[in-house]
């Protein structure tokens, strides 16, 4: 017990989140203590106080907060002492191998990209997404998941590109499948953009690390169709939300179907441990949160109602990330296509 | 039995879906035996010869068949015989009140506006969906659902307009709460076009029928936040698929995880009739396909996979948009606005 934990720290947001500081400072204590992985816990030092001098944790003042409704804009221009800017610098300043922050989400990807920079090559950051396919072994990640509201075709293939490194890196998978989200499968199908993507995609704009599938559709993000989703930012927030909605109405109504009367609820009893790990694995606290692609470092981005094992899996993400060199694989990926 | 059914019959296309003739006939056969709706069945004679004569039954040939796959535009201007522009056409001519097709989405919209002709008012037709709300009495309306892909703000206005008649003659629903699907509920969220339509509905553009609230997001979608869900159809269409492979991504590996051992399937006997309820509530066959608003006449177009169950509830909505007069609450809503 108690081994000695080795590498640079993760650099977590002590104060972000709807359960910050509580299950934030919790699940980095336990990251530290059963993961081994070393944290920097950035935020009010009064909340720090039972983390201070445990194995494998530092702590490090940070006197403000964003809070979770603020402009993400204005809060990192004017809040520069924040827990979640601060996390940003750590990494910055190599006092840190990666963030964590299960706040404000804009204010988690300004810090990031302000502080660490945008990665080479990179024209816009993106937020990619796990979305768990029940039974399956590897995820979709679907990306951007709302950094960017307007897209460019360039963009797009971008995403796919960067989407493409990331799920090699995340879930060991080979040649990616990378499909872009459109109302049908044929090249004609689609808006403007789409079709514009898809052209450049098809075309091989994207090199020949990528391996494009062509349209997918909505239907098909929760299967093991694809690995990768790509789509602006807008419509991916948009799905992003409308699975979250879809898997908490269906399992909300199978549990309440359950528990309609004691006589069932009886008989549920029974049937129980075959539903646990389902509901394990389309909790979003299983997959660590989203991971902004595109700047200059990892930096993780938990949800905003994060609980201690979120952070858990948030901290292991990160430290995945770092360890399989994330940012140079998307640096890699990212140059330029074809003859130079 | 067999008492005389009254009024014009709705037009059903025999010929369109992935199971027709045979289920397509099979629920119009039990439309009019059980629910006492008079149909007439246009398709190849040959496939309708069990159905002729039956009672509350007329048939009419139609020699051409719009394949699933097919060019909806060029399938409509070419095969001017065939079965869905024939119900198109018999709405058109007097000779049905409605018409029901599970064919060729593309192929039944562009027959109703080609054949039926635009709504006084109307800029575009508009596919309007019916989202299952697990344990709600009134379900959710999506639109546009895929007709428009390309929407400008003014569409969105009318979009919110048709919808809020819709949930009002479908559910009965007074003051339907009808919401802007954006990313975030503060106006300043969302793309271009969602600003631009949030602005016009907030200024009461849509007029003193329309009750709108807001942005909404894609997780309110399947809940009881909001009546009518408007969208451009590229957006409607991501959502519509994404909810239908979410609801089966999760309600199949619910079933899987009950039936996973002999002993759990034993054990989950006892707690199936909770869970049957919801299986209806969520099966897309329980809500009779989409209505195309926007048209001069009623087309409720059902989904591709429909089974005889699916086009009995069609026609039933068929039926209830011409008795509750929805074509005409329509052109109301969509009166211009403000003082003339």
Chains 1, 2 share one sequence.
Do not use: W
Request: glycine share 10%; aromatic share 2%.
């Amino acid at each position: 017990m108690n081994k000695v934990v080795d590498g640079l720290p993760v650099a977590v947001d002590a104060m972000g989140g709807d359960k910050a500081p509580a299950e934030i400072v919790a699940g980095a204590l336990q990251a530290a203590r059963e993961l081994e992985i070393p944290v920097l816990l950035i935020g009010d030092p009064k909340c720090l106080k039972d983390a201070e001098g445990q194995p494998g944790i530092q702590v490090e003042p940070a006197y403000e907060v964003v809070d979770m409704d603020e402009d993400p804009g204005r809060a990192v221009r004017t809040k520069r002492g924040s827990s979640v800017v601060r996390c940003a610098e750590a990494v910055r300043d190599g006092r840190a191998s990666a963030m964590v922050s299960a706040g404000n989400t804009g204010a988690a990807m300004a810090s990031a990209l302000l502080r660490m920079g945008r990665l080479k090559g990179a024209s816009r950051p993106a937020i990619a997404t796990v979305i768990p396919v029940p039974g399956a072994a590897a995820q979709t990640l679907l990306l951007d998941s709302g950094a960017n509201v307007e897209c460019t075709p360039h963009m797009l293939v971008q995403f796919a590109q960067m989407g493409s490194a990331l799920s090699t890196e995340r879930f060991g998978t080979a040649n990616p499948r990378v499909g872009l989200l459109s109302i049908g499968e044929e090249a004609s199908k689609g808006n403007a953009l789409v079709k514009e993507a898809h052209e450049l995609l098809e075309g091989g704009a994207a090199g020949p690390q990528v391996h494009f599938i062509g349209n997918v559709e909505g239907r098909d993000v929760m299967t093991e169709r694809v690995d990768v989703v790509v789509t602006d930012g807008f419509t991916g927030n948009v799905v992003l939300k409308t699975l979250e909605g879809a898997v908490r109405a269906v399992s909300g109504a199978v549990l309440g179907a359950l528990t309609s009367t004691e006589e069932v609820k009886e008989a549920a009893r029974a049937v129980m441990p075959a539903l646990m790990p389902l509901a394990a694995q389309i909790d979003p606290d299983t997959y660590g949160g989203a991971i902004l692609l595109g700047v200059n470092g990892v930096c993780v981005i938990s949800h905003g109602s994060s609980s201690a094992r979120a952070i858990v899996n948030a901290i292991k993400v990160a430290r995945h990330a770092v360890d399989e060199k994330l940012v140079a694989r998307l640096e890699d990926v990212l140059q330029p296509v074809g003859p130079q």
